[in-house]
């Protein structure tokens, strides 16, 4: 009655196959969800069809035994044996298949498995189908009544059966319908028309159902699959969570009392997991309802809010620190169950975080001091140096009456120079100190551009003159800078001692004034000295260094102009940027805002 399969063992590899009708569309290779395992759902459709054999081996052989029986004496006796006969072979053919395979059946097929049980379907579709065919011709319309209506039942149950494959129940379902709605035409009355329709008609309706349990199937498989991959990612998860050490999960009741905690709370709490259900998060943790962090959980807990990352003070023997985050639970009526959180041990994290606080704090402190120690010492050195700055003067320039020895003026002189670098130092000292300490401030006024340049080329042109360089102050536009301009006037001096220092005797020091894009200024000084390494352009701004450590003894200076002339700068709204090669030479600019500068149309 009802068409059986014996799936072929599964082949390594095919070739691709045909693309097939819509009607027919199996899980073959280029039907397969990307979401599914079609091995494993093949396997199912399969199963899903053995299981149903000893049912259908019963079913097919009774409902030829019926047809024979009615039959028997009748001119159809020899045509129904021998339908009855191939009927029987392959059903119990079948079910011997059946019986051997019960016990050993495959968890993932091919799609050649389903091929298999299409060919199948085929064979039995033929053999149910040739019956009505064979034996309308000579038979009584009562024994054509029945044939038809056991022929209609097979179809039906049969397709049925084997639903889960639907293209096999497709091709079982159209034969015998199609060949019984052919053979209704043949009958000598007038309603053998309506008996083909109504033929053709259940035949849609069975394709549509097995097409629609077909799509419920796939659906189910693609939710289960879903399932088991969101279940088997969330074991990974919580694994690889509780190999974390110090995390844990918890959840409470409505009163705070702890209804789940996972193991590592008894790892790190040195108590037996038993015996911390029923408790509280702070009695275990041995803490006192004013310690750290817990006011704010239990007022969190007392507002049913969320626990977003609470730090609190764990007692007993060993003082530490937890960080608890959860979010309360409800119930379907929005009734407040509890809540489900995570904790971590941070006790390591807190006290190595509370050690760098205390190591900022006390370098801080040190850095104060220090800015102070040299505040102070500048003070405390600038005092004396002014009496041996204006006496050596007066010794050099002999302004009391000659000096005996003629060289004790050369003397003089070489004191009073030195004196005059030395206040220049302590005077770098005393203003990085003062930037560093924020009590620098600028005292905003009007000046042109042209005279401050004037005045820093002035500053500096002793040095220059002393080592044959020239010093070369090209055509500007006009500009007025408000500002402090004694400070932006050091800065420039700066830049152009620098210059100075760095370049070789002979050469030519640049400088200009640019107007910038955004209408900014910037005062520009062009060397072709040494140069700066890429690598040293950065570290050249902090305090007490320079490019080259050697550089101090070579050329002299303690590395404080740069550190000074970028946060006087800086003050200003604008910068130092430097643009240099080694060996070539460097490009200092001192650029101030627009906001700074008006220009002046020529």
Known sequence: MIATVVPKPPLQSRPPEPTRPAVLVDLDEGDVPAELD?????????????????IV????????????????????????????????????????????????????????????VEFYACLFGAAWAIMP?????????????????????????GTLAIARVPS???????????????????????????LAVMTLIFMALSIGIVLSMH???????????????????????????????????????RQGRLIFASDRLAEVTGKPADSLIGQTLRSIAGARPQDTGWPDLADALARQAMIRSVEVATGGNAPGCWQLTARPRYGDAGEFLGYNGVGRDVSNERRSRDELVHAKEEAERLNQAKTRFLSVMSHELKTPLNSIIGFSEIMAEAREGPI????????????????????????????????????VKIVDGDGDAMEVVEVAVNQSTPDAAARNIVIDIGAAPRAHIKGDNVRIQKVLANLIANAVKFSKPGAVVSIAIERNDDAGLAFAVRDTGIGIAPDDMDRIFEPFVQADDTAARHFGGIGLGLAISRKIARLHGGDIVLESEAGVGTTARLTLPPERITWFEA
């Not at 091995?39 to 053995?50: D, I, M, T």
């Not at 498989?221 to 399932?227: D, E, P």
């Open 404 to 439: 005996g020895t003629p060289a004790y003026s050369d003397y003089a002189e070489m004191i009073h120079a030195s004196s005059l670098q030395l206040r220049n130092i302590i005077d770098d000292v005393l203003e990085i100190s003062r930037i560093e300490n924020g009590t």
């Open 57 to 116: 081996t019963v079913a097919n052989l009774a409902s030829a035994a019926v047809l024979l029986w009615l039959g028997w004496d009748t001119g159809l006796r020899p045509t129904l044996q021998a339908w009855a006969l191939a009927v029987a072979i392959l059903t119990l053919w079948v079910y011997a298949y059946w019986v051997i395979t019960r016990l050993n059946r495959p968890r993932s097929l091919e799609a050649d498995a389903l091929r298999t």
């Open 38 to 54: 079609a091995g494993r759902f093949r396997a199912g459709q399969v199963e899903s069809v053995l299981r149903h054999i000893p």
């Open 215 to 253: 799509r419920a199937a796939v659906g189910h498989a693609l939710g289960t699959s879903k399932l088991a991959r969101q279940s088997e990612i969330i074991s990974l998860l919580l694994k690889e969570f509780d190999r974390e050490p110090g995390d844990w999960l918890w959840q409470t009741d």
């Open 133 to 157: 065919a064979a034996t309308f011709v000579g038979a009584s319309p009562e024994l054509r009544t029945v044939v038809y209506a056991v022929t209609l039942g097979a179809a039906g149950i």
């Open 168 to 194: 096999a129940a497709v091709i079982f379902c159209g034969i015998i319908c199609s060949a019984l709605a052919v053979t209704a035409l043949r009958i000598p009355n007038n309603a053998s028309l309506v």
